[in-house]
């Protein structure tokens, strides 16, 4: 520990005057510990979490799980999930589409004004209740067609949740291009669209693939808007107009069914073991893309 | 084609296009694309500035401006060129020559309009919204700013270096092919045309190893020298250097600087920097330009030993800048 050094001249000392070395040493320690204490806190829930749920549905997972329907009190997931997959397959489709060119649009050709109203109204539409787009759905696409819930319904409605985060992403990673590259494009001679398909669209790639990614991980778990759309079934759907079930459903139709009914309760925990296992793939895909990117661009946005 | 161009004179005569009859399209020197249909400002007939259209006698070589008839033939010439931000001129009245296989540096205060000079010479001022530009602007005899002048020809045969390396998020082979692949060039001549230009530039020596590494790989200077090559490889005639030097190191620097006297045997080659060292080591004719006027430009060697202006003199003495 520091202590005065008789020997030194006055103002030549550099070290603590004796008590602050202990307080400062101390409210290191202290800092450490809270930060320490906040972090577990976080963690906890979630491991908590995965193992009460792989403890009730990991004893009886087997190949049935996954490849039998749900019928009476027994069977398996798997109209649920190729409804998940079906009704996820359209919403990215359709999100990715609309989302990908309102990005482009907003980022490249609007007017700053426009951009801005557009970009507003981005954010007003990722905060809409998603049980209100789902009602919106069910208006639109339920009575009004006369088509009664049906599977297209819901990857529409689900679509139409996912569009804005696909949208901002996507308008972000082109505003993120650096404005170097553009006048370098055009001063070899590209024309805009040509800076836009070799120069600007790689760059953007990442950003945009990831916030792809995400909004599925986000729509995976949205449940109203379905149930609102999509309806349920325990069959496949042999076409897009009939309704479907799907994991989430599944949760929400079995969770408080009593114990002596309780392969249902079981099936609602797979359910709910599958979506996590589906989050955590879109989500670990998401890091290994943009740490991947992130190597091949160092240096670019120096 | 040469007739669209010939209806859309401004108001200098100019001499009828030399197009070798051997030369490919795209290799020619003539910018005009009979589809381009775009209007640019610069077609308005009245220039803004007061004084009056040259007498037709002002033609390239002829003009005060340039020196005498030992010069190499002039191949940007520009004529009573005004830049407009608003109300306020960024260039007055600028008028010069650029010849060909000369060097010819541009000096100046920062924010006198160096930049916003060359930066009209290929029309990337177009990019900079709320610029007007008025004025003439000929590359060999052809208004640049012709209705039928088609600008990714222009900057192509007119290339540019800029400020900062811009190399593009590609290998080093695909930079240098970026323009190639725009105009559809075959694999054989892309690989050719590559190794030539990456030699030209000076980097093949040291890069010939792996030309598919990423371009952003490489060091500051070689970043630089990529961005020469790339413009050497669509075959400009032309090329315009924004402070090339200014984001480089000494040695990085002398290897440019040797670079542009390899280029000026071919190329006419045009150096904005405000390194008046620079300008005195590279240039074979300076420009001085100052708050938008052009104030002097001569022989390099007689700007800075015997400017006529007094304002070139203090600028170059440094009791200024
Ligand atoms: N797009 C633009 N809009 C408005 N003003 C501009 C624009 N570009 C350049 N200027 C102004 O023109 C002047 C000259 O700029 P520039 O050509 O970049 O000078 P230099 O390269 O000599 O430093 C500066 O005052 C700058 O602010
Ligand atoms: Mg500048």
Redesign the pocket.
Not at chain 2, 198 to 215: T, V
């Given at each position: 520990m520091a202590v005065a050094n008789p020997t030194l001249a006055f103002g030549e000392d550099l070290s603590y005057a004796r008590g602050r070395l202990l307080v400062r040493l101390g409210v290191d320690r202290v800092i450490g510990w809270v930060l320490l204490l906040a972090f577990v806190i976080v963690l906890f829930p979630l491991v908590d979490m995965l193992g009460w749920i792989a403890e009730r549905a990991l004893p009886t997972f087997t190949w049935a799980t996954l490849a039998d329907n749900q019928i009476g009190t027994g069977g398996g997931l798997h109209s649920m999930i190729l409804g998940t997959l079906l009704i996820l397959g359209l919403s990215t489709g359709i999100a990715t589409a609309i989302g990908v060119l309102a990005g482009l649009y907003t980022a490249e050709f609007a007017p700053r004004r426009v951009a801005e109203v557009g970009r507003l109204g981005g954010y007003l539409l990722a905060g809409v209740p998603a049980i209100v787009l789902g009602y919106f759905g069910f208006y639109l696409l339920v009575l009004y067609t006369g088509w009664n819930y049906n599977t297209l319904a819901g990857g529409i409605t689900l679509g139409i949740f996912m569009v804005p985060f696909i949208f901002r992403t996507t308008d972000l990673a082109f505003t993120n291009v650096p404005h170097d590259q553009k006048e370098a494009a055009l001063a070899m001679g590209s024309s805009r669209w040509q800076y836009l398909y070799r120069v600007a669209f790689p760059i953007a790639m990442p950003t945009m693939l990831s916030g792809v990614f995400l909004a599925m991980a986000l729509g995976l778990g949205e449940t109203a808007p379905l149930l609102l759309t999509a309806g349920w079934s325990n069959t496949v759907p042999t076409n897009l107009l009939e309704p479907t079930g799907y994991l989430t459903g599944c949760i929400w139709n079995f969770y408080d069914f009593p114990s002596t009914f309780g392969h249902y309760q079981t099936l609602a925990f797979q359910a709910a073991f599958l979506l996590i296992v589906i989050v955590v793939i879109l989500n670990v895909s998401v890091q290994v893309i943009a740490e991947h990117y992130r190597r091949k661009l160092r240096g670019l946005f120096a | 084609m040469t007739a669209a161009l010939e209806d859309e004179l401004s108001y200098l005569p100019r001499p009828p296009l030399p197009i070798p009859a051997s030369a490919k399209p795209r290799d020619a020197e003539d910018l005009g694309k009979s589809s381009f249909s775009g209007v640019h400002p610069m077609s308005s007939p009245s220039p803004p500035s007061p004084t009056a259209p040259p007498s037709p006698s002002l033609g390239a070589g002829s003009s005060p401006w340039a020196s005498p008839a030992t010069r190499p033939p002039s191949v940007i010439t520009v004529r009573e060129l005004w830049v407009w931000?608003g109300k306020k001129a960024?260039l007055s009245d600028i008028n010069l020559d650029f010849a060909e296989r000369e060097v010819t540096a541009i000096i100046?205060p920062?924010?006198?309009?160096?930049?916003?000079l060359i930066r009209t010479l290929n029309r990337m001022t177009e990019v900079?919204p709320?610029?007007k530009v008025r004025g003439s602007i000929q590359y060999k005899g052809q208004d640049i700013y012709g209705r039928a002048v088609n600008p990714v020809l222009l900057r192509q045969r007119v290339g540019m270096v800029f400020q900062r390396p811009t190399v593009f998020p590609l290998s080093v082979f695909e930079n240098v092919a970026f323009g190639l692949r725009l105009n559809r060039e075959s694999r054989d001549v892309v690989e050719t045309k590559v190794v030539d230009s990456l030699k030209r530039a000076g980097l093949y020596e040291e890069l010939k190893d792996n030309l598919h590494r990423s371009a952003l790989t490489l060091s500051g200077g070689q970043q630089q020298r990529l961005c020469i090559a790339r413009a050497l490889a669509v075959n400009p005639r032309v090329l315009l250097l924004d402070e090339p030097t200014s984001s480089l190191d000494p040695s990085a620097t002398q290897k440019v600087e040797d670079l542009l006297f390899e280029l000026k045997r071919e190329y006419a080659v045009i150096i904005?920097t405000h390194n008046m060292q620079q300008a005195a080591r590279v240039a074979d004719r300076t420009a001085f330009l100052y708050q938008g006027k052009l104030i002097e430009v001569d022989e390099t060697k007689r700007l800075f030993e015997n400017p006529r202006e007094k304002l070139t003199e203090s600028y170059v003495t440094g009791r200024f800048g």
């Amino acid at each position: 520990m520091a202590v005065a050094n008789p020997t030194l001249a006055f103002g030549e000392d550099l070290s603590y005057a004796r008590g602050r070395l202990l307080v400062r040493l101390g409210v290191d320690r202290v800092i450490g510990w809270v930060l320490l204490l906040a972090f577990v806190i976080v963690l906890f829930p979630l491991v908590d979490m995965l193992g009460w749920i792989a403890e009730r549905a990991l004893p009886t997972f087997t190949w049935a799980t996954l490849a039998d329907n749900q019928i009476g009190t027994g069977g398996g997931l798997h109209s649920m999930i190729l409804g998940t997959l079906l009704i996820l397959g359209l919403s990215t489709g359709i999100a990715t589409a609309i989302g990908v060119l309102a990005g482009l649009y907003t980022a490249e050709f609007a007017p700053r004004r426009v951009a801005e109203v557009g970009r507003l109204g981005g954010y007003l539409l990722a905060g809409v209740p998603a049980i209100v787009l789902g009602y919106f759905g069910f208006y639109l696409l339920v009575l009004y067609t006369g088509w009664n819930y049906n599977t297209l319904a819901g990857g529409i409605t689900l679509g139409i949740f996912m569009v804005p985060f696909i949208f901002r992403t996507t308008d972000l990673a082109f505003t993120n291009v650096p404005h170097d590259q553009k006048e370098a494009a055009l001063a070899m001679g590209s024309s805009r669209w040509q800076y836009l398909y070799r120069v600007a669209f790689p760059i953007a790639m990442p950003t945009m693939l990831s916030g792809v990614f995400l909004a599925m991980a986000l729509g995976l778990g949205e449940t109203a808007p379905l149930l609102l759309t999509a309806g349920w079934s325990n069959t496949v759907p042999t076409n897009l107009l009939e309704p479907t079930g799907y994991l989430t459903g599944c949760i929400w139709n079995f969770y408080d069914f009593p114990s002596t009914f309780g392969h249902y309760q079981t099936l609602a925990f797979q359910a709910a073991f599958l979506l996590i296992v589906i989050v955590v793939i879109l989500n670990v895909s998401v890091q290994v893309i943009a740490e991947h990117y992130r190597r091949k661009l160092r240096g670019l946005f120096a | 084609m040469t007739a669209a161009l010939e209806d859309e004179l401004s108001y200098l005569p100019r001499p009828p296009l030399p197009i070798p009859a051997s030369a490919k399209p795209r290799d020619a020197e003539d910018l005009g694309k009979s589809s381009f249909s775009g209007v640019h400002p610069m077609s308005s007939p009245s220039p803004p500035s007061p004084t009056a259209p040259p007498s037709p006698s002002l033609g390239a070589g002829s003009s005060p401006w340039a020196s005498p008839a030992t010069r190499p033939p002039s191949v940007i010439t520009v004529r009573e060129l005004w830049v407009w931000a608003g109300k306020k001129a960024i260039l007055s009245d600028i008028n010069l020559d650029f010849a060909e296989r000369e060097v010819t540096a541009i000096i100046g205060p920062s924010g006198c309009g160096k930049t916003t000079l060359i930066r009209t010479l290929n029309r990337m001022t177009e990019v900079s919204p709320g610029l007007k530009v008025r004025g003439s602007i000929q590359y060999k005899g052809q208004d640049i700013y012709g209705r039928a002048v088609n600008p990714v020809l222009l900057r192509q045969r007119v290339g540019m270096v800029f400020q900062r390396p811009t190399v593009f998020p590609l290998s080093v082979f695909e930079n240098v092919a970026f323009g190639l692949r725009l105009n559809r060039e075959s694999r054989d001549v892309v690989e050719t045309k590559v190794v030539d230009s990456l030699k030209r530039a000076g980097l093949y020596e040291e890069l010939k190893d792996n030309l598919h590494r990423s371009a952003l790989t490489l060091s500051g200077g070689q970043q630089q020298r990529l961005c020469i090559a790339r413009a050497l490889a669509v075959n400009p005639r032309v090329l315009l250097l924004d402070e090339p030097t200014s984001s480089l190191d000494p040695s990085a620097t002398q290897k440019v600087e040797d670079l542009l006297f390899e280029l000026k045997r071919e190329y006419a080659v045009i150096i904005v920097t405000h390194n008046m060292q620079q300008a005195a080591r590279v240039a074979d004719r300076t420009a001085f330009l100052y708050q938008g006027k052009l104030i002097e430009v001569d022989e390099t060697k007689r700007l800075f030993e015997n400017p006529r202006e007094k304002l070139t003199e203090s600028y170059v003495t440094g009791r200024f800048g």
